[in-house]
C-alpha cells in the first residue's frame, strides 16, 4: 500500500476531531473521503499533509512517517494539494501560476538565479516544458498568459489543479474539487480527475460532497461521522450502507430542526 493511516486520533482541547481512523490507499487509487459536516475529513487532510499532528496513530506514505512531518517536507515526499479555496495569484499569469507550483523541485543559488546560468538556466527551461505540458493537458493553452484573476471560476480551479500537479506528486489530495461549480465545470473535472490517474499515473485522495461524483469516481470510500470512520467499501457498498444511510439522515434531519 502507499499510504497507510493506522489507528490516528486528533484532539483539540477535549474535543476528539478524529478517533482511531484506520485505512490504507494503493498505488493508483482514487480514493474518496465522505461524511457529513464536521465528520472529520478536513482534519484527516490537515493530518495527511502535515498541517496537523495527531496524537495517536501512525501515518506511513511509502514506509515513512508522516506524523510530525512539515508541510514542506511533505510535498517533498511527494504529497500535493489542490485546496478548495483558489490559492492563486491573481496578477500573475496562467503560465507563472502553474510555473510557481514546480518551486519545490528547483534546486539553485540565488547567485545562479540572478545570473541565469548553470543550473538556474538549465532548471528553469525544465520547469517552463514541464508547465507547458500541464497547460495543453488541462487545455489552459488559449489563457496561459492571462493573468489568472480575470478567468472565470471553473478556470481558475483548473490552473489551481495544475499548480498542485507542477509538484510531480505521486499523491493528490484533492480538497472538494468541484465545490461551487456549475454542472459543466462538474463534468470538466471530472474528466481531468479522470485522465490525471490515466495518463500521469497519480494516485488521489478525495473530499468532496457531491454524491454523484465521487459514486462515478470512487474506487473506494471512507465514511466519516463524527470522527470515527464508520464504513469503507466500495461506491456501491457503502451507499446502501445502513450506518452511512443514518448517519445522513441525521444529518438532513439536524439541517431542517
Ligand atoms: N482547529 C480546530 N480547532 C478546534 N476544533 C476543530 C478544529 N478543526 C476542526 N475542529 C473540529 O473537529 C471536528 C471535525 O471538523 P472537520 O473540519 O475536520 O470536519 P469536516 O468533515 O471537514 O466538515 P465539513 O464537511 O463541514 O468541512 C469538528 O467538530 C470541528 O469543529
Redesign the pocket.
Known amino acids: 500500500m502507499m499510504l497507510n493511516v493506522d489507528n490516528v486520533s486528533l484532539r483539540?482541547g477535549g474535543?476528539k476531531?478524529l478517533s482511531e481512523v484506520s485505512f490504507d490507499v494503493a498505488q493508483g487509487e482514487l480514493f474518496a473521503i465522505i461524511?457529513p459536516?464536521?465528520?472529520?475529513?478536513?482534519?484527516m487532510f490537515n493530518c495527511l499533509s502535515g498541517v496537523y499532528k495527531p496524537q495517536e496513530g501512525t501515518i506511513t506514505f511509502d514506509g515513512r512517517s508522516l506524523v510530525g512531518t512539515r508541510p514542506d517536507a511533505v510535498a517533498r515526499l511527494g504529497i500535493a494539494r489542490m485546496f478548495q479555496n483558489i490559492e492563486l495569484f491573481d496578477n500573475l499569469t496562467v503560465l507563472d501560476n502553474i510555473k510557481l507550483g514546480r518551486h519545490i523541485h528547483l534546486r539553485y543559488s540565488t547567485i545562479e538565479a540572478a545570473l541565469h546560468i548553470g543550473r538556474a538556466r538549465s532548471q528553469e527551461l525544465a520547469a517552463r516544458r514541464f508547465a507547458e505540458d500541464l497547460i495543453e493537458f488541462l487545455s489552459l493553452q488559449s489563457v496561459r498568459n492571462y493573468p489568472v484573476g480575470m478567468l472565470p471560476y471553473g478556470v481558475k480551479k483548473r490552473v489551481e489543479l495544475g499548480r498542485a500537479l507542477a509538484m510531480e506528486p505521486r499523491l493528490l489530495l484533492l480538497d472538494e474539487p468541484v465545490a461551487g461549480m456549475n454542472v459543466e465545470e462538474t463534468e470538466d473535472m471530472a474528466r481531468y480527475i479522470l485522465d490525471i490517474r490515466a495518463e500521469l499515473g497519480v494516485t488521489m485522495i478525495m473530499v468532496e460532497h457531491d454524491m454523484k461524483l465521487v459514486m462515478d469516481l470512487a474506487d473506494r470510500v471512507l465514511v466519516?461521522d463524527f470522527?470515527r470512520r464508520i464504513a469503507l467499501g466500495s461506491p456501491d457498498d457503502v451507499q446502501n450502507d445502513p450506518a452511512v444511510l443514518a448517519a445522513y439522515l441525521g444529518e438532513a434531519g439536524g439541517a431542517t430542526a
Not at 37 to 43: E, F, R, V
Open positions: 483539540f474535543a476531531a461524511g459536516n464536521g465528520a472529520g475529513k478536513t482534519s466519516l470522527g
